[in-house]
């Protein structure tokens, strides 16, 4: 078992925590997360155990891109991926600035759903990508058509900067500052 890297307390939920993702052990659970027919924005329907198992290998491999899984009170409940958009994903897509870092999450596929769930692991990784002194600003690039997770963008403080096209979607260019943050989550901060 990999240690965590970064814990939150969610006032109404418990703990949660990131830990690095080991893309073999980990890779059953999130085979089955990213295939669930909620999970449609990931891209990776289709699917199987090896695709995952080499995509996971293929991000543990690169430089500048991280996946992490995510606990909610010790078990196995997001993904959340960390990237330097200057290297990966939105290179010459945006104005980028000093202090980026991108940002992909995913919870798990709920057979209850629990109320502000979503919002609290959304919230637990923008904490934790916070946590390094080195982040100013958080950037996000969601399918145009993904308005439950642009709502939670806006709920921690995205700011739309525009449309951008990628291979493989139009997505919403979004921004979140640390003081953005900060002003919506000031208990959410690391100290």
Known sequence: MTAETFRRVDRRLGAFALRPL???ADA???????THPKAAFWLMQEADLAAVVAE????AAHPHHEAYLG?????PAFLAERYDPAHVELVGRYDRQEGDVGMHFLCAPAEQPVSGFTLAVITTVMAWLFADPTVRRVVVEPDVRNTAVQALNAAVGFTVVGTVALPDKEALLSTCTRADFQARHEGDMPA
């Open 28 to 34: 059953p659970v999130l085979h089955r997360w990213v």
């Open 22 to 24: 080991d893309p073999v």
């Open 71 to 75: 606990l909610w009170d010790g078990r």
């Open 56 to 59: 996971y290998r293929r991000i």
